[in-house]
């Protein structure tokens, strides 16, 4: 399974709804302060073409640990960034060789010292029943205050090294490493398991730190959703 975890991982959500088989890794990663510059300037044809070359290169990689080759389709979202909640959301689709089509859901919140990323993998036939998650799950994401994207010093806190664009091609290359933890886990989906979360960092901790809990309406009519 490659190097994952990474140990930037705060948990991992999975599907408990009826006939749902998605998860989704949720990570933080202490990189600085990303600015937002370039996605004013964002070519989404050019950033594509620049994934898969990367992932082309990425493959090789990945064929001498054993692991078959992974092919990217293309966009099935665009990037777009919100620069008032300095959020970020794409989906792309790819599949490795013989195996079914799946997509990858990613966002990231930026924050003051780092950003929070959340990346959802399930089946491309399923990206319908994916696109209401992802957008309930990132609105709910909020740093505490201190820690904001708006709260930066510029003359004392860290600036990343990269930009949002390559922040964005670098993990789609790392996709195919979620797409072996996907194998892993749909059985376990299948067979009625539910993954509520598995904690890999303590909440209490790092997450407390750094992020605030929303409070959430009470949904009408209960149902299968997030747990």
Do not use: C
């Not at 919100?82 to 794409?90: C, G, I």
């Amino acid at each position: 399974m490659g190097n994952f975890p990474s140990g930037s991982e705060l948990g991992l959500i999975t599907a408990t709804g009826e006939g749902e088989q998605w998860f989704m890794v949720v990570r933080y990663i202490d990189a600085g302060y990303v600015k937002d510059d370039d996605a004013a300037n964002w070519d989404a044809d050019a950033l594509m073409t620049s994934i898969k070359e990367g992932t082309e290169e990425d493959n090789k990689n990945r064929e001498a640990q054993g692991f078959p080759p992974l092919i990217i389709r293309g966009w099935e979202e665009k990037p777009h960034y919100d620069k008032v909640a300095n959020k970020v959301v794409w989906a792309i689709s790819a599949q490795e060789r013989d195996s079914p089509m799946g997509v990858n859901y990613n966002t990231l919140a930026l924050g003051r010292q780092g950003y929070l990323s959340m990346n959802m993998v399930g089946s491309l036939e399923q990206l319908p029943v994916l696109k209401p998650h992802v957008n309930q799950l990132l609105a709910n994401v909020e740093f505490v205050e201190g820690k904001r994207y708006t709260d930066f010093n510029s003359t004392t806190d860290k600036v990343a090294a990269v930009g949002l664009t390559a922040l964005i091609a670098g993990a789609a290359v790392k996709s195919g490493l979620l797409a072996k933890l996907w194998a892993f886990i749909i059985p376990l989906l299948v067979a009625g398991k539910k993954l509520f979360m598995l904690l890999v960092i303590a909440l209490g901790g790092l997450a407390a730190k750094y992020l605030k809990k929303k409070p959430q309406a009470e949904q009408p009519g209960g149902g299968g959703g997030v747990s």
